[in-house]
């Protein structure tokens, strides 16, 4: 049932089984975050509405977790990682349902052109959206309350890039499945599957919230109240600036999935390349998070590996910025992301090991909730701001973004709703530069804060180093008495 570690704690094996599930749930809602992002162009005309229109449903994401993340904080923390998994998983499969059922014809035609069918997509994509923070907030409390010293960096991790992860297959699932209007319908039902088999798994894996015997002395130690905990982070001054890095570079990342395609879409790139490209970010930083937990989880070098990974990402940024206004550089384009998604990603495990480490004993779910939270909204001011700064381009040799195209009425969804011979798309190219350069900038003044202002002080592992110290001094006074 377990395996032994010190006379005190005790790991269990079920815990992978755990880990497998949590994992799996946040694939499939990463999965339904950007699932509509790579086809803007098919959405908008599917629905009936304007490609900013269709960003709403990456952004939906942003301000849903805002609102739901102090919830999920004190439901991880009060009731637990059961109740927190069961709702995740339950609002994931319902959501996932929903956007299907959008896509039926009694819904999609039955008013206004295909907009009703928008109006539910919306709902559905909210309901899923309610999910992320129950789940994104998880990792942390099941690395702390599962898992030993040094596999909790690599539990994080796990757990955490499910959603990357989700992003990476949508990114190249979608525009497979997409390749004509009516593909949204087989989308929306082909990723209602990893919901439901991820919510099955869910319920099977998670029934209790915390072992019978701790992983390691510091999970026996006693969590200060919610209320305590959140007065003692507003005057922890290291937790300030882990929060404006990690927010802001999490903001970005995300930021620079949803917008991939239309940064990219004027210079001849397609959709099905964009998505390959922003898979190729994802695995290479899945990849870089890996390496980055092991090495954690031997040294706990958390701030020296944050310097490295910001500073040499925020180089590839620049680097990607410069290229991917040039036509035929595919190459050139997918070895910057690729660079750039190898050292950006690793700072989930670093941010989200030391959010825990430098607020100790606060309940892991407040640190990690808090850090999730802040980048959710830095994300949706940076998609947000491409709305701000982009400017229409005019003369376009190659642009893939269907801009001003007309499409027959006979081929759309809801062609007997339709009182015109054509459907105009708006999809005009849009000259994204000023929003890269600000990009670019902002990832360099996070490698600033972050090398200059941000000193932690690793209090859970000073704990188990003095708990370590303090049985070794009682081992050693009950031998001599025994000798005696």
């Known amino acids: 049932m377990g395996e032994r570690g010190e006379s005190s704690t005790h790991l269990y094996k079920r815990r992978w089984l755990m880990l497998l599930a949590l994992f799996l749930v946040n694939v499939s809602n990463g999965m339904m975050w950007l699932s509509y992002a790579p086809i803007p162009n098919y959405t908008a005309t599917f629905y009936g509405v304007s490609e900013n229109d269709v960003d709403w449903f990456s952004l939906v994401f942003f301000i849903t977790s805002l609102l739901m993340g102090l919830a999920a904080i004190v439901i991880l923390d009060t009731c637990g990682l059961t109740t927190s998994l069961y709702i995740g998983a339950s609002c994931n499969l319902i959501g996932a349902v929903i956007r299907w059922i959008s896509t039926i014809p009694p819904v999609l035609c039955s008013h206004d052109y295909q907009r009703s069918g928008y109006m539910v997509a919306m709902i559905g994509q909210t309901i899923t959206a309610f999910a992320q923070p129950f789940l994104l907030f998880a990792p942390t409390k099941l690395a702390s309350f599962w898992f030993g010293p040094k596999e909790r960096a690599i539990c994080t991790t796990v757990a955490s890039i499910g959603n990357p992860l989700g992003f990476a297959l949508a990114q190249v699932a979608t525009p497979f499945l997409v390749t004509t209007v009516e593909g949204i319908s087989t989308m929306t039902w082909v990723y209602t599957i990893p919901a439901a088999l991820s919510f099955v798994l869910a ?5 209790q919230n915390k072992p019978p015997t701790p992983p390691s002395q510091s999970t026996e130690s006693s969590q200060e109240p919610f209320l305590k905990g959140i007065k003692q982070i507003l005057i922890n001054v290291p937790f300030w600036v882990l929060l404006l890095v990690w927010g802001g570079g999490a903001g970005l990342f995300s930021a620079l999935l949803t917008l991939l395609p239309q940064l990219l879409c004027p210079y001849g790139y397609t959709n099905t390349t964009a ?50 206004r040039l036509e035929h550089q595919s190459v050139n384009i997918a070895f910057s992301l690729c660079m750039f998604g190898f050292f950006a990603l690793p700072l989930l495990p670093v941010c989200m090991e030391l959010g825990v480490e430098i607020t100790y004993p606060i309940g892991e779910a407040t640190s990690s909730g808090l850090l999730w939270t802040a980048s959710q909204l830095v994300g949706l001011v940076l998609v947000l701001l491409a709305q701000v700064l982009q400017s229409p381009l005019s003369f376009v040799p190659n642009n893939q973004c269907s801009g001003g195209s007309s499409i027959s009425s006979s081929l759309l969804p809801c062609a007997a709703n339709t009182t015109s011979s054509a459907f105009e798309v708006d999809t005009t190219p849009q000259d994204l530069t000023y929003l890269g350069i600000f990009y670019s900038s902002f990832v360099c003044v996070l490698f600033i804060l972050f090398l200059f202002l941000f000193w932690p002080k690793y209090k859970r592992l000073d704990s188990e180093m003095a708990t370590k110290k303090m049985n070794g001094v009682s081992g050693l006074f009950n031998n001599s008495k025994r000798s005696m």
């Open 203 to 207: 319920m099977v894996a998670f029934w």
């Open 275 to 324: 998505g390959i490209l922003g898979a190729v970010m994802l695995v290479s930083g899945m990849i870089g998070a890996a390496l980055a937990s092991i090495l954690l989880g031997q040294t706990k070098m958390y701030k020296e590996v944050g310097v490295v990974t910001i500073g040499v990402a925020a180089l590839c940024l620049i680097w990607f910025v410069e290229v991917a």
